[in-house]
């Protein structure tokens, strides 16, 4: 099985910071991996896949990096509307998401 | 604009059997170049895939609950469903439908993700 480790659980930051989250995977996965963001109440909703690729419609201020084991989803400059709770997924062996990194307000 | 849209009995019973429709609306169920999904969400065990109905009738679903699941596609209703058996109280949470997208990766198998989802439904296991 793929064990997949979001770090931080969570943070607190404000807004116009820089915000890295990261995705640990054991065996690594190549560029097997998703980010999504999620709002309280709401489905989440695609940012980036396959590693570092932007979604449609996602702002670029969000980009994504890594392959094999080590992941990181980057916010370059945090506003409002992102704070949330972010996962990872990965599709390598079966299907599995990372438990999950909730953005405060500062 | 494709939307998905959830529906079913907020309340099932032990040891009954869970069933959920998704509704696909402005678009077609039988779309060839992705497919759909299920996946739910407790708040104890966070984000769980449950599986996948490709557009060839073939399914792949998450081995921790094969057994109990089967899955169907109804094109006259423009609508795909999910079946959980003998479900307990640790299947209660929120069920959403989505769509997936694949493409072939640098290794064996494909890269999958979920670009569109529904808005989920609680679904709740108690007698």
């Known amino acids: 099985d793929i064990q997949m480790t979001q770090s931080p659980s969570s943070l607190s930051s404000s807004v116009g910071d820089r915000v890295t989250i990261t995705c640990r995977a054991s065996?690594?996965?190549?560029?097997?991996l998703n980010w999504y963001q999620q709002k309280p109440g709401k489905a989440p909703r695609l940012l980036i896949y396959?590693?570092?690729n932007l979604q449609s419609g996602v702002p670029p201020r969000f980009s994504g990096s890594g392959s094999g084991t080590d992941f990181t989803l980057t916010i370059s400059r945090l506003q409002p509307e992102d704070f949330a709770t972010y996962y990872c997924?990965?599709?390598?062996?079966?299907?599995?998401f990372g438990g999950g990194t909730r953005v405060e307000i500062k | 604009q494709v939307q998905l849209q959830e529906s079913g009995p907020g309340l099932v019973k032990p040891s009954e059997t869970l069933s959920l429709t998704c509704t696909v609306s402005?678009?077609?169920?039988?779309?060839?170049?992705?497919?759909w999904a299920w996946i739910r969400q407790t708040p104890g065990k966070g984000l769980d895939w449950i599986g996948n109905?490709?557009?060839?009738?073939?399914?792949y679903y998450n081995p921790s609950l094969r057994s109990r699941v089967s899955t169907s596609v109804d094109t006259s209703k423009n609508q795909f469903s999910l079946n959980l058996r003998s479900v307990t109280a640790a299947d209660t949470a929120v069920y959403f439908c989505?769509?997936?997208?694949?493409?072939?990766?640098?290794?064996?198998?494909?890269?999958?993700?979920?670009?569109?989802w529904g808005q989920g439904t609680l679904v709740t296991v108690s007698s």
């Open positions: 989505a769509r997936g997208i694949r493409i072939d990766g640098d290794h064996d198998g494909t890269i999958d993700w979920f670009d569109l």
């Open positions: 402005g678009g077609s169920v039988n779309r060839g170049t992705d497919y």
């Open positions: 109905l490709y557009h060839s009738g073939k399914t």
């Open positions: 065996p690594g996965i190549g560029n097997y």
């Open positions: 396959a590693a570092s």
């Open positions: 997924q990965q599709s390598y062996s079966s299907l599995t």
